[in-house]
């Protein structure tokens, strides 16, 4: 019986065509197998799935606290593929406990970072741009029926000239920092290599993070969570900030000590925050983030785009090639 591919009746019904060319031109061919939720395999046939693309058609409707019923069938089926190889998977952070697993079991698994990039970037601006410019007032105002201009202590500072340190420089850091540079703010990147890079004024590696913080405006998260990165921002480092500063993080939530951030924005340490992510998903109804006039809130949502599902098949189908014809895999994960 040859070697099944797991990929959802979705993407075979949409992007058939590309998909039996790259298996019909490849070496050692690989068979499809078709995903449903219903699917049911015996061991058998588990047992003959080399490869796998958890879509994000599959996984729509996860929350960081459970799996949708499509995703909890596939990954039933994926535990019982015992030969599995390779998984692509649609999102671009690698942290999730499943991948893990999948990577100790000596699975090859690739992401699709770049899928969201520019959703993801354009949404922390459009926070960052929003909260800069005083849009929660006008719109609380509006909601009031009140007319409102902001005066005085209210009034704004220039966006052109403030700076943005910028922790993380991959696809969505990139893109952040391109967009912020042409609004005319100064772009910081931390990350470990300083070699100079577009759209970044200046690059600096980690260590150097608590002499950056006194002089940042905003300071954007948008690096992974790894052992490094949790609570990389915590009361400490946010007492370094300087007052009126704001923060933005798309990353993870763990990446800021969500007690301390709640703390400093509500004493006035942090003057506002643009936040997607948290550190309980969805976030509960009682969190006093709700309330708070200072930050904008998105449910994990930052990568809400019509393109970015075709754009995650397409790193999908160019990695398929790839695997078939033994090349290397774009976006391949590994064990910290």
Same mark, same amino acid.
């Given at each position: 019986m040859p070697p099944k591919l797991l990929v959802s009746q979705k993407v075979i019904?949409?992007? =058939?065509?590309?998909?039996?060319? @790259?298996?019909?031109?490849? !070496?050692?061919?690989?068979?499809?197998? !078709?995903?449903?939720?219903?699917?049911?395999?015996?061991?058998?046939?588990?047992?003959? @799935?080399? $490869? *796998?693309?958890?879509?994000?058609? @599959? &996984?729509?409707?996860?929350?960081?606290? %459970?799996?949708? !019923? $499509? %995703? #909890?069938?596939?990954?039933?089926? @994926?535990?019982? $593929? =015992?030969?599995?190889?390779?998984? *692509?998977?649609?999102?671009?952070? /690698?942290?999730?406990?499943?991948?893990?697993?999948?990577?100790?079991?000596?699975?090859?698994?690739?992401?699709?970072?770049? *899928?969201?990039?520019?959703?993801?970037?354009?949404?922390?601006?459009?926070?960052?741009? $929003?909260?800069?410019? +005083?849009?929660?007032? &006008?719109?609380?105002? #509006?909601?009031?029926?009140? &007319?409102?201009?902001?005066? +005085?202590?209210?009034?704004?500072?220039?966006? !052109?000239?403030?700076? *943005?340190?910028?922790?993380?420089?991959?696809?969505?850091?990139?893109?952040?920092?391109?967009?912020?540079?042409?609004? =005319? /703010?100064?772009?910081?990147g931390i990350r470990r290599n300083t070699a100079p890079a577009e759209h970044f004024d200046q690059v600096f590696a980690p260590p150097a993070l608590d002499s950056l913080?006194?002089?940042?405006? &905003?300071?954007?998260?948008?690096c992974p969570l790894t052992p490094d990165t949790r609570h990389l921002i915590d009361a400490r480092r946010l007492a370094l900030m300087k007052p009126g500063a704001g923060i933005a993080n798309i990353a993870r939530g763990e990446i800021i000590d969500e007690a301390a951030l709640l703390h400093a924005l509500q004493s006035g340490g942090l003057r506002h925050a643009y936040l997607d992510v948290f550190n309980t998903e969805p976030l509960p109804q009682d969190s006093p983030f709700w309330a708070l006039p200072n930050v904008l809130i998105s449910p994990h949502n930052a990568g809400a785009s019509t393109g970015t599902y075709a754009r995650g098949v397409e790193i999908f189908l160019g990695n398929l090639a790839n695997y078939l014809n033994a090349q290397p895999l774009q976006n391949e994960a590994s064990l910290a």
């Open positions: 019904a949409e992007f =058939g065509p590309r998909l039996r060319h @790259i298996l019909d031109a490849a !070496p050692g061919r690989l068979e499809v197998l !078709p995903f449903t939720p219903a699917l049911r395999l015996s061991d058998r046939d588990a047992g003959n @799935i080399e $490869a *796998a693309y958890y879509s994000r058609d @599959i &996984w729509e409707g996860t929350e960081k606290s %459970a799996l949708s !019923p $499509a %995703a #909890q069938a596939f990954w039933n089926t @994926i535990d019982r $593929a =015992g030969n599995l190889k390779w998984m *692509a998977v649609y999102s671009a952070g /690698m942290d999730q406990q499943r991948y893990t697993d999948a990577l100790r079991r000596g699975v090859r698994l690739t992401s699709s970072a770049g *899928a969201q990039s520019e959703a993801v970037g354009l949404a922390c601006v459009t926070g960052v741009l $929003a909260l800069a410019r +005083g849009v929660p007032h &006008w719109l609380a105002a #509006q909601q009031r029926r009140t &007319w409102s201009p902001l005066r +005085g202590k209210d009034v704004p500072p220039d966006i !052109p000239g403030q700076t *943005a340190l910028i922790v993380g420089m991959g696809y969505i850091g990139k893109v952040i920092a391109r967009v912020l540079r042409a609004a =005319g /703010m100064k772009t910081i913080l006194p002089s940042c405006d &905003w300071l954007v998260i948008a």
